[in-house]
């Protein structure tokens, strides 16, 4: 299966330090965030409480935390601090030409196997 990226919006669009949410296909919600110069995706629906508001998450260096309970999620690996617990989906990104790219997954958000 070929690796397929969704084009998202321009890195310019972006401000440091401060989410941008994204539809990336029917299942899947995202938030990009810049840090310097450094692009991350994940998840915009917090797994803790399932609320889809991770983009308007407050950024203290590499962690993004949850506005609505405090959970904090780091950027790059989606585990949370102490490295227990629930973990926040990351994503694969490119940028090409000024536009950020970021990888669909394989499965569907819901899409389970035992």
């Known amino acids: 299966m070929k690796d ?9 669009e972006l401000s440091n330090k401060k989410g941008k949410q994204f539809q990336l296909d029917d299942d899947h919600e995202i938030a990009v965030f810049k840090i310097y110069d450094k692009v991350y995706a994940v998840d915009n629906i917090c797994p803790h409480n399932h609320v889809p508001q991770m983009f308007d998450g407050y950024i203290d260096e590499m962690y993004v935390t949850c506005p609505i309970h405090g959970f904090k999620f780091h950027l790059e690996t989606g585990e949370q601090p102490t490295k227990i617990g629930c973990k926040l989906k990351t994503y694969e990104l490119k ?7 970021v990888k669909k997954p394989k499965r569907k958000l819901f899409d389970f196997h035992f």
């Open 4 to 12: 397929e990226y969704v084009k998202t919006f321009k890195l310019s």
């Open 95 to 101: 940028i090409e030409d000024d536009y950020i790219y």
